[in-house]
């Protein structure tokens, strides 16, 4: 018996969630008991993969499109179905909508959920009602959520194609420079604020360094709100609400030739660039999965600076990587919760930029054992594990159409 399970989020090679729709549509598209329909959005222009997976995901396309038809007559609605049902969830439990604004209900249904607003209330724990079955993608998540009475859950991290992403030789282009990376979409919670004051005073000291960067995302207005407003200036925004990194890191006292933006870049294409780099680094305030972008970089290698909070934890162990290991409450945020978040501290962010500098054959060390840690979390064995999971909560083979 194959069971029909629809998921409510899309295909893209640009955020998170597209990176797991399309990792999770290759996996399951010829698995001999799962068959995946996408209940969002698919556009191909959002797709940037190689012919063989592209495939693959062709398959779940097709497959797909009659569920479409029968949800494009039933715009707006909540939908009863018989399938099964994955739904991703943001925070507060709320749903996000399935195309044509449609919301899919199942007999069985399973959230799948990245929290990273730590306020759960009883509004909160009534939504968690409608799920057989709570997905977390960090043990933190899984923990916070577990605590407020909410379950049962399950932790099923992210993955990492480790076909892309794995030690290989750099094109040694950048010889003469130091290659400090930093990647995640530009928001308060991925603290760039804090990696620029770190870099900026490691830079005075190495003028060698480059900072390389890779902070766009579909959501540019994110970056609006203020980061350590005492330290750094506000983020400039053009007409249409989008960042001017180059004015905001000039403004924050960094030499223009001691920085690079690579702009957006598509997820198959960022492994020889990572691989370029001589430390990542990731003083993160708060990370609901365990940071996709981390794990990339260190599957392929990098050594890297990782905030000891929240997700990262996940990643953090004896000599694979820089643990941040001094973290403080974060204050001020009201119109978020921040339980469990941490702020690095800048010094020791320093400190560990040095160390990588300082001793390259340390540093190249922790970059293996980071490596062989993250080999253990491929996509494939993350999917396995995702079916491991939800097949007990299989109610009905669901029809698709």
Known sequence: MRFNVAFNWGFSSFFGWGIYGLNLAMHWARDPDLRPLCSAEMDPKKIEIDALRRGLVEMVRKDSEGLHEQLAKLAGQ??????????????QFHTVASVHKTHLLGASNIGVIFLEDTRIDDATRERAKRFDLIVAGSRWNADLIAAHGIGPVATVMQGVDGTLFHPAPRSDLFRDRFIV??????????????????????????????????WHSPL???????????????????????PQL????????????NFLDLGPVSN?????????????????RGEAG????????????????????????????????????????????????????GESDVEET?????????????????????????????????????????????KSPGRAA
């Open 290 to 341: 365990t940071n996709l972008v981390a794990m990339e970089c260190m599957a392929c290698g990098v050594p890297a600076i990782l905030a000891a909070n929240t997700g990262q934890l996940d990643l953090i162990a004896e000599g694979a990587c820089y643990p941040l290991r001094r973290q403080a409450p974060i204050a001020g945020r009201t119109d978020t919760g921040t339980e469990g978040w």
């Open 246 to 257: 180059g004015a905001w890191v000039a403004a924050a006292g960094i030499k223009p030739q």
């Open 268 to 284: 198959a294409r960022m492994a020889p660039l990572y691989r370029e780099a001589d430390v990542a680094l990731f003083p993160n």
């Open 350 to 394: 320093i400190e560990a930029l040095e160390a990588a500098w300082r001793d390259r054959e340390d540093a190249a060390e922790r970059g293996r054992r980071g490596a062989e840690r993250i080999a253990q979390a491929s996509w494939a064995s993350q999917i396995a594990a995702l079916k491991r999971t939800i097949m007990p909560y299989m």
């Open 78 to 91: 909540n939908v009863q179905s018989d399938l099964n049902v994955l739904t991703a969830l943001g925070n």
């Open 220 to 242: 540019p207005a994110i970056a609006a709100y203020p980061f350590a407003a005492d330290r750094v200036p506000a983020v400039p925004l053009n007409a249409d609400r989008h």
């Open 181 to 214: 990376f930093s990647g995640g979409k530009l928001e308060y919670r991925k603290a760039q604020d804090l990696v620029l004051l770190a870099f900026r005073a490691f830079a005075e000291r190495h003028p060698e360094a480059l900072l390389v960067t890779a």
